[in-house]
């Protein structure tokens, strides 16, 4: 009998983080601070706890889970590995179909993967609060549930219009005691300033991260420091989601098989990093047992690596932070209010994007019409109703299992299932009632967004030229 569900002992959680950095195929640019136009990390410092900063820069290849995050890990970890059996029957191809499953974390994504470390480290400095944005909720829902752990508090500034499309997000996020404000609110200046010229505004990842930052900068003033947090982008996030990589390694041993292509749907760039990272280092060492492709996918509504522009920007609208180098649509970006709220963001992981610039990953992009057609289908053979960005990685790998039934061509496919699609009702039922629309972002926006920067800072394509372009 075919195995369909995968799992490890409590004892096989990893005990280490892989950090990616050491192994790219050049160093990472430095961020830079606008104000010098040199190399620097800004606020940074001021916002984030040692550890956390420490993680960031490191040139480790292995990191330790302190015990006290492997306890909590415990909780969910060692999350599944399916064999999508149903699937495969129902697309009659050759593959074999693998995803590693999320969903059953507390928050019900992978985002827990990141905010217990991420909690625990405050609370080691001292920190009583911390700030942070979400998009759709689920990072969010995380960092709430991992705070509560802790016993600090959390203030989550999440896109108004998930927070109106996801009611039930705020309540989950309120039930592990977080205050929750739909961005942009009038709790900071960067939110008043752009309500008083918008007041329809529906709010962007770059809005909600530019209050949540300004929280944290402000609270200096009062006595009672609170540090921000991030849930994605940063290289410590995506360290900390290697742990879906490490165990999906460990599984697939068990069964005899290695991936042929591995699949993940970037917002941000984590839930990908997460699940790829590990074979990237398979590859790099050697020690790979086949020539496999890493291919992320991401909306058409918001395709910063296949339509934006690889170079310097602020990971914000409010311009807080230092200039990040990344494939982004510029951070005065207004996305389409998508259902897969967790892939809005303007700018993708740095490592990602040496990974796209250096051709070691494939990246197209889908629209949400297209990929909520693969979840249906995933859903009436697999049963599970999967998160709106997930759906997109989905898409890609049923197209692939298709080909394969063309070709006759037995491949192992595996993707992350980054969580589960519960609080995400409304947009099914949009899609079942026909109301779901295929949004593309216009190419002549991101030229209008890029010129904006330019003009912002006209001495940006010598910076550009000398940390990022000269790697091409």
């Not at 802790?150 to 499309?165: H, L, N, P, R």
């Not at 410590?236 to 460990?250: D, F, W, Y």
Request: net charge neutral.
């Amino acid at each position: 009998m075919i195995p369909q569900k995968i799992l490890l002992k409590e004892e096989d959680i990893p005990k280490q983080w892989y950090n990616i950095t050491p192994d790219l195929p050049h160093p990472l640019p430095p961020f830079i601070d606008p104000t010098t136009k040199e190399p620097g990390v800004g606020i940074v410092p001021q916002i984030f706890p040692k550890e956390i900063i420490n993680q960031e820069i490191s040139q480790e290849r292995w990191i330790t889970i302190p015990e006290e995050v492997r306890e909590i890990y415990r909780i969910w970890r060692p999350t599944p590995l399916f064999r999508a059996i149903g699937l495969e029957k129902a697309l009659k191809t050759p593959a074999k179909i693998y995803y590693k499953y999320e969903g059953v974390s507390p928050s019900g994504s992978h985002k827990t993967n990141s905010s217990v470390p991420q909690a625990y480290y405050n609370m080691k400095e001292g920190i009583e609060r911390v700030t942070t944005e979400t998009g759709a909720g689920q990072w969010g829902s995380a960092l709430a549930f991992a705070t509560a752990i802790f016993g600090i508090k959390a203030t989550i500034y999440m896109v108004k219009a998930s927070y109106e499309q996801k009611p039930y997000r705020k309540m989950l996020m309120n039930a592990y005691d977080a205050e929750v404000y739909a961005s942009p609110s009038k709790q900071t200046a960067a939110g008043r300033k752009i309500l008083q010229e918008d007041p329809e505004n529906r709010g962007t990842l770059g809005i909600a991260i530019s209050e949540a930052i300004e929280d944290s900068l402000e609270s200096g003033k009062t006595g009672k420091k609170a540090n921000y947090t991030i849930g994605s982008v940063f290289n410590h996030v995506c360290l900390h989601q290697t742990i879906e990589g490490l165990e999906a390694k460990k599984q697939l041993e068990t069964v005899d098989d290695y991936p042929d292509a591995i699949y993940g749907c970037i917002g941000g760039g984590s839930s990908f990093s997460g699940l790829m990272w590990p074979f990237y280092y398979d590859k790099v060492t050697k020690k790979a047992a086949k020539e496999t492709k890493l291919i992320a996918v991401e909306p058409t509504a918001c395709p910063k690596v296949t339509r934006g522009e690889y170079t310097y920007d602020h990971g914000d609208t409010a311009k807080l932070t230092p200039l990040v180098p990344m494939y982004t649509l510029g951070h005065d970006f207004m996305p389409a209010p998508i259902h897969a709220g967790g892939l809005r963001y303007h700018g993708i992981a740095p490592t990602i994007s040496v990974l796209a610039q250096e051709k070691q990953i494939s990246t197209f992009a889908v629209n949400q019409v297209e990929a909520f057609d693969a979840a249906k289908i995933f859903i009436r053979s697999e049963g599970i109703i999967p998160s709106p960005e997930s759906t997109h990685a989905i898409k890609a790998v049923i197209d692939e299992a298709r080909k394969c039934k063309e070709n006759n061509e037995p491949k192992t496919l595996l993707f992350i299932l980054t969580g589960h699609g519960f609080f995400d009702m409304a947009a099914y039922g949009e899609y079942f009632n026909g109301n779901l629309q295929p949004y593309e972002y216009p190419t002549e926006k991101v030229d209008e967004s890029m010129m904006k920067l330019q003009k912002l800072y006209p001495w940006l394509n010598d910076v550009r030229k000398k940390y990022i372009n000269n790697k091409e």
